[in-house]
Every structure is written in structure tokens, then in C-alpha cells.
């Protein structure tokens, strides 16, 4: 399999930044990191070794940038301003940066996104959906978290509120909603075994959320026997990417 490392200047982040790149051809598929925020993680976890017959067909390329989330959703020293301070940097880095390079490296201008995630790498891939759905036009989330204010010690103000989506995707009217409903399509994945507490929760009451607006989604809630680990997103993601990759 083709890999590529590369370190994409950031503006908006300040730095160089981590990029693993996977295929030789095909749609672009943007991986966001777990909490860990590492750019190899995917691969370090095995998901492209489940994921080889759909990148040796030429169905996809995945993009894997690092992700500063320790300094967002996982750092409980800083204030929430700063932390949202942060998130903004990465997206700009998202939006600026790695977006524009990747169009230029698939020689596809107008390449629609496609992006997963497992864990908070799901909440990641969510957001930008949410927030960027002509960019971002598919996207699968795996055991995500979209009430962020669980993350954040409760504690919420306007800036949090538009990286929280249970508090504002049920608010979406008008124009912004119909944004949604044109150009995206969310997958929501999550098992009901070990250690998805919480993301189990919020991955039904979001998936009810998206069904009530009329976005369009799925919600796909695996059993008891599945668990928040790299084996059942390995599998989950086998069966959803073909689909959404066509």
C-alpha cells in the first residue's frame, strides 16, 4: 500500500503539522485522530490493514492529520475561551490548509470530502459536517460524543456552543438547515457494550435530533457484545465506508 509522511505549514495553527497519506487513487477520505491525536493512528491500529482491498480497488485515499485535541476536549487546566481558541485554529488548519492540499494532490478541484472518525475522532468528523456541509458532504462517526459540555465540566458559554451539537442542531431553522439538508449525510455508528457510556446516550438522542430536522442520516446502534476498542471499529467500519464510498 502507498503511505506517504508530510508536514503541512499551518498558518492558522502557528506550526508544521503531522499528515500520513494512504492510496494511490480514489475519492478523498479525511481521518480524524482519537484522543490520542496522532496522524498514524489508523494505521498503527490496524484499520488499513481491514481497509486494503477498498484502497488497492481505488476506491479511496485517506487523509490522516494529527489533531491538537489534548489541548481542546481533554485538557481540564485551561479555561474554555482558550480551548475553544484552539479548535479554531485547527479548523482553520482543516479548512485552509489540508482541505485545499488535498483537491491539489487528487487533482480534483471540487473533491467533496468524505470523513471519519472513531471516538473523538467521530465528534470531530460530526462537527465539521455540521458546521462545513458543502465541504464536508459524508461523514461516518464511530462511539462520537456530540454533547461536549460533558467534556468540558458542564461548564458552557457561546463559544462552546457551536462545537456542541445537542445544543445546536435542535436550534437549526431557516437557511442553516437547509445547508444541511442539501449537501451532507451523517453516519452515526455505535455499539452498546463496554465502555461506550455516554456515547451510546448521545449517539441515539443526536441520530433522533438529525431524523426530527430532516437531515439526512443513519443511525446504525450495534449489541451488547461490541465495545469502544480499534476491533469493533475495524468491523464497523468495513461494513459503512464501501456504502458511503459507493
Not at 485535541?69 to 489540508?98: C, K, P
Request: hydrophobic share 40%.
Amino acid at each position: 500500500m502507498q503511505s506517504r509522511h508530510l508536514m503541512l505549514e499551518s498558518p492558522a495553527m502557528g506550526r508544521k503539522v503531522h499528515l500520513w497519506c494512504y492510496g494511490h487513487y480514489g475519492p478523498p477520505v479525511i481521518v480524524f485522530p482519537s484522543a490520542a491525536g496522532f496522524a498514524h493512528e489508523w494505521d498503527r491500529q490496524g484499520m488499513f490493514e481491514v481497509l486494503g482491498p477498498l484502497i488497492a480497488a481505488g476506491r479511496a485515499k485517506f487523509y490522516c492529520p494529527e489533531s491538537n485535541v489534548s489541548q481542546v476536549w481533554t485538557d481540564n487546566t485551561s479555561t474554555i475561551a482558550a480551548r475553544m481558541q484552539r479548535h479554531r485554529a485547527y479548523e482553520g488548519f482543516v479548512l485552509d490548509t489540508l482541505v485545499p492540499f488535498i483537491r491539489e494532490d487528487c487533482r480534483w478541484p471540487a473533491a467533496p470530502m468524505t470523513a471519519v472518525g472513531c471516538s473523538l475522532g467521530g465528534t470531530y468528523a460530526a462537527l465539521f459536517a455540521l458546521k462545513y456541509p458543502e465541504t464536508f458532504r459524508q461523514v461516518l462517526c464511530m462511539s462520537g460524543r456530540y454533547l461536549t459540555t460533558e467534556l468540558t465540566g458542564r461548564h458552557n458559554d457561546s463559544d462552546l456552543y457551536f462545537n456542541n451539537p445537542l445544543a445546536f442542531v435542535p436550534g437549526l431553522h431557516g437557511e442553516p438547515l437547509e445547508r444541511l439538508k442539501r449537501n451532507t449525510h451523517i453516519t452515526l455508528v455505535c455499539g452498546r457494550g463496554a465502555y461506550e457510556e455516554g456515547c451510546i446516550e448521545e449517539t441515539i438522542a443526536l441520530g433522533q435530533v438529525l431524523e426530527d430536522k430532516g437531515i439526512p442520516s443513519r443511525t446504525d446502534i450495534w449489541g451488547r457484545e461490541s465495545r469502544h476498542d480499534w476491533d469493533w471499529w475495524q468491523r464497523q467500519a468495513v461494513v459503512h465506508l464501501p456504502r458511503l464510498l459507493g
